[in-house]
């Protein structure tokens, strides 16, 4: 432009064209010590440097503070658009952004620098199988391990130190499948234990913030093992009379505990006789 008119001072040249800046990246929502970018197109006549303001919101009725300055370069992508752009990470918090570049600034746009959804506590409500006659049982997870009596029904309840949109849940390395949302920050999940696995798990927040990091639960299965009887008294045949009293002595006892314990009596020319033992 300026060798245009040291050439030919007469004529009549067009002035050069405004800076323009236009955002890219628009509003930022992402999660503490995770790196974002912003960004903004600039067009026009592209000065040799621009400056990206850092501000925290404003009070109604002033102007935001600025309390960070970057000086950045125009720089050409592949596809010959000319930007501005800063990838960097901020602490918790809200903050806004803008850009300047010759007699241009852009419009100002919102970050939101959010913490991750955490899991604050596990705990499951354990039914054993109907046959083994026990009761229902509550236990907190606290060390990323649940032992549980093959075939019990474990209903979890996930609380959240953030509110939460939705939940997962994988099975190892099968496809994750959803949780329940329950009230803002508590997720459920029901399953049978039928085979040890590792249950992993992600939480997006109300935000959209997802955390897929999260420790996982592995799931310990015990067997049922079949009860143990033994006769103390008497311990070998016994000799008696047809009216006489036999004083009969054993022992019982079970992994789980027993719901009944019977013995049955079978005299020659009788039915056999089943008595139920204290």
Known sequence: HYLSRLVQPTAAIAPLPSTTLEVTTGEVVTAERTSFEMAANVGGTIPASGTLLLSKPADEGTEPSVFKRIELEPVADEEGVTRLALLTQLPLGDYEYQFEAGDARSESNAIHMRPRPELSDISAKVTPPEVLGMPTYDEVIET?????????TVALTLSATTALSAG???????PAEPLTLNGDSELQYTFVADTPRSLSFALTSAEGLTNDELPPVAIVLSRDEDPVFEYTSPGSDYLATNVASIPLSMKVKDDYGLSDAALVLEVDGRAPER????
């Open 168 to 174: 997962t849940v994988a099975w190892d390395e099968a």
């Open 144 to 152: 990323g391990v649940l032992n549980v009596i093959e075939g019990a």
């Open 275 to 278: 008595i139920t033992l204290d």
